[in-house]
Structure formats: C-alpha cells, structure tokens
C-alpha cells in the first residue's frame, strides 16, 4: 500500500498527463499515451483536442497535424473521442455483443427494439455507404419507420441516432467531419482487420492504458456519460493523506525528481476532467460556464483552468477574436494571489498562447508586463 500526500498524487497525475516540464515532441506518441483526446469543437480559444495537444507538444504543434493523422486514419473518432486506431480492436468484442452482455437494463431492450424496428433503414445506410462511402450525414438515406422519442434535443433525430447505434454495434465508423457535418463509412473499412481479445482481457487492457495515462485513479466510479475516469484492479493500492478511500497508482510514476511549468489547459482536458478527483488531490474548484446564463458565471464562458508546478492556481477567461486578431483576456483568475515567479510564467504561456494563434494579447490591468 502506498502512502502519498496530495503533492505526491498531484506530481503523478501531471507527470501521467504529460504536462511537467519534460515536453513530448511527436502528436501520435502523446495521443497513443493519453489514450483519448476529446473531440469537442467549441472555438472560443480553439477546439479542445487543439488546446490538449497544444498544451503537451507546444507552440511546435500545428493543428493540421491532427487533421491528418485522422485523414488517414492513424486516429479515428469514437464516442466523442479521438483514439489510435490500434485501439479500436479492443472495443469490437463489445460491440459484438451489442446491446450488452449478460442481463440487458430496460433501456438495452429498448434500443434494441428500437433498432430492429428500424432495420430496413440500418440495411439502406449500409447499402449506400458500401457503394459510395465515405459520406457525410445529409447524403444517407433517413427511412426510419419508428421516430426516436426523448425528451431532450435528440428527439426524433432518427438518422443520427441510428448511426451511434450503428457505431456501438460496429458497423459504421466515423471518419471525419466535412465542417459541421460527419463524414461516415463502413467500420471494416476503418478498423484493424485482426483478431480482437474478449470483453474480459479487453477491458484489462483498456484499464492499463487509463491508469497509465491518469496516474492514480479510483478502483471505481459511477459510468460517465462519455469515457471512463475508474481503473479497475490495475496497478497497485495507495492511501493520499486527507482523502478518504482508497486509489489505485502507477508505481512507475512515482519515482524519480518532479520538474513542474505552466500549462493553460482547455476545460475538457483530462487533468481536470473527472471533478471529484479534481477537488480531492487538487483542491480546485472548477466548472465549464459555457452553458450557464452570463450572469452566473465566476469565471468566464471557457475560461481556461492554469496549472503551475503540480497546483491548479487559478482560471484564464480568454477568447480569440480572430475578426479582430486579438487574444482578449478578461481576467485571470487568481486562487490565491500569484507570487513573482507564477505570475511571470503564467504570462510567458498566455503570449505563448497568443502567439501559437498567430493573434496579439489583449491583458488585463496588472498583467501587460
């Protein structure tokens, strides 16, 4: 059993996330590290899977490189989520057993039901991607006979929903997106045509790789809507000082000296992603505004967490008015008051940033030195 103090978890969980001071310098070794890199599109500053790469790689960092590697298909996009594409293999055994392994919940049968309701219409999308894929959504057939019902914005969005059950079920993949549209073809196509492990040892697998790129983790969490913040029984048992329960660490990550920077970090990266582990080793409040009324946010609509060292410290409310070729910062938000050293490297990585944008800062009082 390990024995960490929060500073010591917090090293590991920077070091996992390649963000101390040893800077990777090739996309695909940081990706293939990371595992995943979301792939949310918001540009206030810049798509979130930029400013995560930006973060790691630096200034060096071109977005077209991104672009490529899933041009290509070195990275392919599943569930949100840019991902090698070697990985992929370690899904297909469930999306074999589509709905589910074992006993189906309610909403399994359901969306079961659901999809064979709609059969002639998943045949005509595999039909039309077979002859001419790839394509973008708008080119495929919608002959769905059951409308989908929910009482969110996805209701009766039958065409999409059907192709993230045809994703789940792996037989369409996501290719790419031709600006606001996605772009699909068939999934034999795109993923590796070798043998598969089953759901077991592919789960394992997969639970090696989070930890490796977490760090220190907890055994278990509720299921996440998107990708999974738990580790299972991978790698070794660990107590952090102040914190209840127990974690599984990354004994590799636990040796040697730890050498710190700043990062500017995009509000989906994965150092910050799992909110509970954020405020327990972290101590850091933080949330993503950008769906709040402008009146109830502290911080600004994507405003950007800072890291320094192995502390969260505060929160940058940026964004890019490319109109204007500006980088306008309306505040910085201090946790605690910046001492010289912070202050002056946290403003080294906001030029830095402004200048990977190729616009000019715009800075608050207090921060144009």
Not at 118 to 128: G, I
Request: charged content about 30%; overall charge negative; aromatic content about 8%.
């Amino acid at each position: 059993m390990h024995e960490l103090s929060r500073q010591d978890a917090r090293r590991v969980a920077v070091r996992a996330q390649l963000l101390d001071a040893h800077r990777p310098t090739d996309l695909m070794a940081v990706v293939r590290h990371l595992t995943v890199v979301q792939a949310e599109p918001t540009n206030a500053v810049a798509p979130s899977a930029d400013l995560v790469l930006w973060s790691r790689l630096g200034s060096a960092y071109d977005p077209a490189e991104l672009r490529d590697a899933v041009a290509e298909q070195r990275l392919v996009e599943l569930w949100g989520f840019y991902r090698p594409v070697e990985d992929l293999t370690l899904f297909r055994a469930e999306m074999a057993a589509w709905p589910g392994s074992g006993t189906l919940r309610d909403w399994e049968v359901a969306r079961a039901a659901w999809v064979e309701a709609n059969d002639a219409c998943r045949r005509d999308v595999l039909e039309r991607l077979r002859a001419d894929g790839p394509l973008p959504t708008r080119e495929l057939p919608d002959t769905c006979e059951v409308s989908w019902r929910s009482s969110g914005w996805n209701n009766d969005r039958n065409l999409r929903m059907l192709l993230q059950q045809m994703v789940s079920r792996g037989e369409v993949a996501l290719v790419g997106r031709q600006r606001r549209d996605l772009l699909w073809d068939l999934a034999e196509r795109v993923y590796p045509d070798e043998p598969w492990p089953d759901e077991q040892e592919a789960r394992r697998l997969r639970d090696e790789r989070r930890l490796r790129a977490l760090g220190i983790a907890r055994a278990t969490l509720p299921e996440p809507p998107d990708e999974r913040h738990d580790v299972g029984e991978t790698g070794e048992p660990a107590v952090v000082d102040g914190v209840r329960g127990r974690w599984r660490v990354d004994p590799a990550l636990l040796e040697g000296p730890f050498a710190g920077r700043a990062a500017l970090l995009s509000p989906l990266d994965r150092l910050v992603k799992d909110r509970k582990r954020l405020e327990e080793l972290f101590e850091f409040d933080y949330q993503l505004e950008m769906y709040k009324p402008a009146a109830k946010r502290r911080w600004g609509y994507y405003a950007l967490p800072v890291l320094y060292g192995d502390r969260l410290v505060g929160k940058l409310d940026a964004t890019a008015d490319r109109a204007e070729g500006e980088l306008r910062v309306a505040a910085v938000h201090e946790d605690e008051p910046f001492d010289t050293a912070t202050h002056d490297a946290v403003l080294a990585e906001v030029h830095e940033l402004a200048r990977w944008l190729g616009l000019e800062p715009v800075l608050p009082a207090g921060w144009r030195a």
